[in-house]
């Protein structure tokens, strides 16, 4: 009976270790983002109601706003609601789309539309959250000696093109310090704020929302341009949603419980406390919280914070990227695999690049947190309000809701995110028109790839002859039969039902067919990840003819070399020596006539143009390609 009782206590042991490490992961990477704004969002949120100097009622009720909009959009939404919605155990806008795209129904377009604006927007957070964060946290300097200020820029560069440099080498090495170092900011910010608190104890009435709603009541006008910078307590609540793959919902909700929420909420009744006792200290409250020797270690900190945070959401970037090549949104681009174990761990080179040329631009263009702040909102809400939108969808077909109960628990939801919405749209002109140009071109490209593919689709199948038709004919004993050689010919498609082109040419140019033929497709299912059994199925169609299929989740990398070996279960053994890949390659012509404006098809073929090499994509082994092209006007 002992053995059984210690087993168990073993197991629930490693369980326990296993579910803290989780969750320690999950502080460094999901809550990196979220745990830089007490930087700059009280500053911010003040600056537009401090002119006129500091009523000791609206800091109250700025505090109880932004305590409430964490309470609201982070936990009730996020933590508590949308951990659940999943794909499969992944989160983020486009598993959402992934999931609604499998039911279809008559607001597919519309949703179509959504998930690639959020996924849009999201790429182009991730190119303004490095900027603002770093930026906010080396300006810390400033304080410590002010004639480091002319450095600030130039260190923040420094900073963040090695932070992109590194991305090649993978995240797991640096990762693991993530958490740890995360922690300790965290409670650097619960400490500050404590310490803080006792200045006036008058911020305590904070948690009462009566104060929240009469600081927006009397503000009028000037309360909604405030409710734009109240917005950036929550930056980063979407790449929480984003990693739920990464960690699994139980770490992520219980970091957010027992250390995030509460060290955020502290920290911003001491920033409050503080500016009640002395308004001065209203030009940088955060920094001037702390004790002047500790004033370089904690920029030293915030900086190591920023750099994480700015980290956690290239890797979502990253992540995003990839879902939307498999899912069929963007061209397939190289992506590297950094870690053996970790399949969330990838880099894409062209997306780094692209990502660090954006956020060099922002730096260089805006040159402060200040004057970056107003650009940021617009991305965050607007993803926001997509979320919300895909989830009214999700919890109508997925989990069945009435639709009484979607609009009681959501339509509220949505007006506060509208709101929010159009407190950062009046911010436009100030910068705010950077992230909404990135996304529309996002969307732009999104959209091009996959109307021009459909068209694309379309074409090629009005010319193609079926498989089988093609097949009966030639295996016909007759003088024009082509010349059987052995070996074997593997021959890729998307489409298995039509002759592959390469087919066609080889036996048209070179008269010979192959011994074993086989016509691969390879397709990407609409959930993460694929069991092993049901990865690979056989079809045979003659005694020379076979169709295979290969089904890939669109979290996994498609590596056809590797997965032929699955094949042995249904009796194909295939000596990689002896067998060749055939890929057919389309040169794209434009056509004014094709349903797509002439600068849309020009677009398409620098994308399709841009694409990596299918031989590298899927890694097939470089020596066994064979290509052969043909002329396809679109």
Known sequence: MGHAADHSHVSSHNKLKRFLILALGSVGVVYGDI????????????????????????????????????????????????????????????????????????????????????????????????????????????????????????????????????????????????????????????????????????????????????????????????????????????????????????????????????????????????????????????????????????????????????????????????????????????????????????????VNTLLLFGVMLLVFVFGSSESLATAYGISVTGAMVVTTVLAFAFVRTRWNWPMWLAIVVLVPLLALELVFLGANLLKIHDGGYVPVMIALACVVIMWTWRRGTAILHEKTRRTDIPLETFVKSVERKSEHAPVVVPGTAIFLTSDPHSTPAALMHNIKHNHVLHQQNFILTIRTANTPRVRKEDRVSVQPLSERFQILEMTFGFMETQNVSQTLGLFKKSGLKFDIMSTSFYLGRRKLVPDAQSGMPHWQDLLFIGLANAAIDPSDYFRLPTNRVVELGSHVII
């Open 35 to 350: 745990g830089t704004s007490p930087l700059y969002a009280f500053r911010e949120a003040m600056r537009p109601i401090a002119a006129d100097g500091v009523a000791r009622e609206e800091v109250v009720g700025l505090i109880s706003l932004m305590i409430w909009t964490l309470t609201i959009i982070v936990t009730l939404k996020y933590v508590l609601f949308l951990l659940r919605a999943d794909n499969h155990g992944e989160g983020g806008t486009l598993s959402l789309l992934a999931l609604l795209m499998k039911k279809g129904g008559a607001h597919m377009p519309l949703l179509f539309f959504m998930g690639i604006a959020g996924a849009a927007l999201f790429i182009g957070d991730a190119m303004i959250t490095p900027a603002l964060s770093v930026l906010s946290a080396v300006e810390g300097l400033k304080l410590v000696t002010p004639h480091l200020s002319e450095y600030v820029v130039p260190i923040t560069v420094v900073i963040l093109v090695g932070l992109f440099a590194v991305q090649s080498r993978g995240t797991a090495a640096v990762s693991n310090f993530f958490g740890p170092i995360t922690v300790v900011w965290f409670l650097v910010l619960a400490a500050g704020g404590i310490s803080h608190i006792g200045d006036d104890l008058a911020i305590l009435s904070a948690f009462n929302p009566f104060h929240a709603v009469h600081f927006m009541i009397i503000e009028g006008y000037l309360g909604i341009i405030v409710l734009g910078a109240v917005f950036l307590t929550v930056t980063g609540a979407e790449a929480l949603y984003a990693d739920l793959g990464h960690f699994g919902r139980r770490p992520i909700q219980w970091a957010w419980i027992c250390l995030v929420f509460p060290s955020l909420t502290l920290n911003y009744l001491g920033q409050g406390a503080l500016v009640l006792k002395h308004p001065e200290t209203l030009s940088d409250p955060f920094y001037l919280m702390f004790p002047e020797w500790a004033l370089l270690p904690v920029v030293l900190l915030a900086t190591a914070a920023t750099i994480i945070a700015s980290q956690a959401v290239i890797t979502g970037a990253f992540s995003l990227t990839r879902q939307a090549i498999h899912l069929g949104f963007l061209p397939r681009m190289a992506i590297v695999h950094t870690s053996e174990t970790h399949t969330g761990q990838i880099y894409l080179p062209s």
